[in-house]
């Protein structure tokens, strides 16, 4: 996510953090799908909020491997505190995810799941398809990235599956909503097409039990 139209100096390798709900409504449409990965790879990974809503959708043993140039904190953000979920089987490393040599573990993983510093974000993206040649990969991205006529040709050259647009705007920590609309774009996904989230109502998780109290629901989309 990136802050955009504000003024405001911009956090330090572009954190800003994906909203819970948002996190939710991906991978509740992913397992609405049948699609239930049993690894994670976060690059990007913040303080876990990815990883942490991988575990509610698909269980407290999927395994959830981040990496970021950053220490993991909480106390950097308005959001809750989400890397209290993040326990075992949780391997993190700080490191450049764009030079550091992946783990075999990493390459294994059937998901890759992040929000990427705007500046960085074609580089997240070709390095995660780079990487791991199977995995689904899904991004936070501002929905305008496709629009210029200059970036045509490098999007056509990706395996993009479709992207999946969120009607609620994301708010940025002590910023408010950004002034852009963004989706999770997806690539290899088995499914292509685009989707609507049904994220206006931001339905709130049972953390408990990893059930999505009304008004959300597994259908997390309107076509497909």
């Not at 953000?77 to 573990?105: G, K, Q």
Request: hydrophobic letters at 40%.
């Amino acid at each position: 996510m990136s802050a955009t139209n504000r003024g405001a100096k911009r956090a330090e390798h572009d954190f800003y953090e994906t909203p819970s709900w948002l996190a939710d409504a991906l991978f509740c449409a992913i397992r609405g799908d049948g699609f239930k990965p049993k690894a994670l790879y976060e690059p990007g990974f913040g303080r876990g909020a990815l990883g942490a809503a991988a575990r509610r959708a698909f269980g407290k043993d999927t395994l959830v491997y981040g990496v970021d140039v950053r220490g993991v904190s909480v106390q950097e953000t308005d959001y809750e505190v989400v890397i209290d979920e993040l326990t075992h089987p949780t391997r993190f490393e700080r490191v450049d995810f764009l030079t550091a040599e992946p783990y075999d573990e990493h390459r294994r993983c059937g998901l890759i799941a992040m929000n990427p510093p705007f500046s960085l974000a074609r580089e997240f993206i070709n390095r995660a398809l780079e990487i791991n040649t199977r995995a689904c990969v899904a991004a936070l991205l501002r929905l305008n990235l496709l629009g210029p006529v200059k970036r045509a040709a490098s999007w056509r050259s990706l395996p993009l599956s479709g992207a999946w647009v969120t009607p609620t705007r994301p708010s940025l920590p002590r910023q408010g909503s950004d002034a852009t609309e963004y989706a999770w774009f997806m690539f290899r996904y088995p499914r292509p097409g685009l989707r609507i989230l049904h994220t206006e109502t931001k339905g709130a998780w049972n953390h408990a039990t990893g059930i999505v109290v009304q008004p959300f629901h597994d259908d997390f989309f309107v076509s497909r």
